[in-house]
């Protein structure tokens, strides 16, 4: 009698990251995106080491100087370097930008837990949320900031605001689908913590919607900080920002285009590559779209 020997089962080798930032090079395009915001956040921390003059020097016999070998892109209006300026711009830029999104995602994190949790709370934040998305986005921006004056913080503050609602509304929605699972129901029968439940069992359905929405967050941030600096209801006009060397420079542009082309080629790219990311990530976490992939 013979004995038959089943085959060693085999075990497959899985990279961790890859399924996780796989989507970052799913194709040329995002590849490219995710090359060049790379690269404008790696210029942006090492600005200091990059920048060849003090972005804040001003230097009136020097204003308005052309593209030379101490002025790679020549100088501004009062003799300050324009690249050491684009460079220390993105700094800030992307700092409003990425801290918008985390503010606006952990607020509206809670308040959509809340809201879709508890039907009572659910009727009157929901009108909250709605009034505040009713005001147009940039006006409220700019009252807040002549409220408050002018500071990097208060401009975040000003541009996370209208924001919550859009976050809240979507975190409410996962939970109010959520919250009806077998396994939510099981919880609470059990007797399980209202705190334990919203955190193990609800906040997890919301991560891959809110990594999308914050990349979106994240872009429409930097684009409105562009704006109100333009409008002059930003940061103050001597900090460097896109929008504030781009501001700084319309009254410029016939005599010198770089003054205005150099920060919005920059802040094109950067909200491009962000908004790229941003549509690889929802594809990328997305079940429905995977399903799609796989038929």
Same mark, same amino acid.
Request: aromatic share 6%.
């Given at each position: 009698?013979?004995?038959?020997?089943?085959?060693?089962?085999?075990?497959?080798?899985?990279?961790?990251?890859?399924?996780?930032?796989?989507?970052?090079?799913?194709?040329?395009?995002?590849?490219?995106?995710?090359?060049?915001?790379?690269?404008?956040?790696?210029?942006?921390?090492?600005?200091?080491?990059?920048?060849?003059?003090?972005?804040?020097?001003?230097?009136?016999?020097?204003?308005?100087?052309?593209?030379?070998?101490?002025?790679?892109?020549?100088?501004?209006?009062?003799?300050?370097?324009?690249?050491?300026?684009? /460079?220390? &711009?993105?700094?800030?830029?992307?700092?409003?930008?990425?801290?918008? %999104? @985390? #503010? +606006?995602?952990?607020?509206?994190?809670?308040?959509?837990?809340?809201?879709?949790?508890?039907?009572?709370?659910?009727?009157?934040?929901?009108?909250?949320?709605?009034?505040?998305?009713?005001?147009?986005?940039?006006?409220?921006?700019?009252?807040?900031?002549?409220?408050?004056?002018?500071?990097?913080?208060?401009?975040?503050?000003?541009?996370?605001?209208?924001?919550?609602?859009?976050?809240?509304?979507?975190?409410?929605?996962?939970?109010?689908?959520?919250?009806?699972?077998?396994?939510?129901?099981?919880?609470?029968?059990?007797?399980?913590?209202?705190?334990?439940?919203?955190?193990?069992?609800?906040?997890?359905?919301?991560?891959?919607?809110?990594? /999308?929405? &914050?990349?979106?967050?994240?872009?429409?941030?930097?684009?409105?900080? %562009? @704006? #109100? +600096?333009?409008?002059?209801?930003?940061?103050?006009?001597?900090?460097?920002?896109?929008?504030?060397?781009?501001?700084?420079?319309?009254?410029?542009?016939?005599?010198?285009?770089?003054?205005?082309?150099?920060?919005?080629?920059?802040?094109?790219?950067?909200?491009?590559?962000?908004?790229?990311?941003?549509?690889?990530?929802?594809?990328?976490?997305?079940?429905?779209?995977?399903?799609?992939?796989?038929?």
């Amino acid at each position: 009698m013979s004995i038959e020997t089943l085959p060693e089962p085999s075990i497959p080798i899985t990279t961790p990251l890859r399924p996780r930032f796989g989507f970052l090079t799913s194709t040329p395009i995002i590849a490219t995106a995710t090359v060049c915001l790379g690269l404008i956040i790696i210029v942006s921390i090492l600005a200091p080491l990059i920048a060849p003059h003090d972005p804040i020097l001003l230097a009136p016999s020097q204003r308005l100087k052309p593209t030379s070998a101490q002025f790679l892109l020549g100088t501004d209006a009062f003799g300050r370097d324009l690249l050491s300026r684009v /460079v220390y &711009g993105g700094r800030i830029s992307l700092f409003i930008g990425i801290g918008c %999104a @985390i #503010l +606006s995602v952990a607020i509206g994190l809670a308040i959509g837990l809340v809201s879709g949790f508890f039907k009572l709370v659910d009727a009157v934040m929901m009108r909250v949320m709605d009034g505040l998305m009713a005001m147009p986005s940039i006006l409220l921006a700019i009252a807040v900031v002549s409220l408050s004056g002018a500071s990097i913080w208060t401009v975040m503050v000003a541009i996370t605001i209208p924001e919550i609602p859009r976050v809240a509304r979507l975190v409410r929605s996962v939970v109010l689908s959520a919250r009806e699972e077998p396994y939510v129901e099981a919880a609470i029968s059990v007797g399980s913590s209202l705190p334990k439940i919203m955190v193990r069992h609800l906040m997890p359905n919301t991560i891959a919607p809110l990594i /999308v929405q &914050g990349t979106y967050v994240c872009a429409s941030a930097i684009l409105t900080e %562009a @704006i #109100l +600096s333009f409008l002059g209801a930003g940061i103050s006009p001597e900090t460097p920002t896109w929008g504030n060397i781009m501001a700084e420079g319309r009254q410029f542009f016939q005599i010198k285009p770089s003054l205005i082309f150099w920060p919005g080629l920059l802040l094109s790219i950067a909200i491009l590559s962000i908004n790229l990311i941003g549509d690889a990530a929802r594809d990328a976490l997305d079940p429905r779209m995977k399903q799609r992939e796989g038929k």
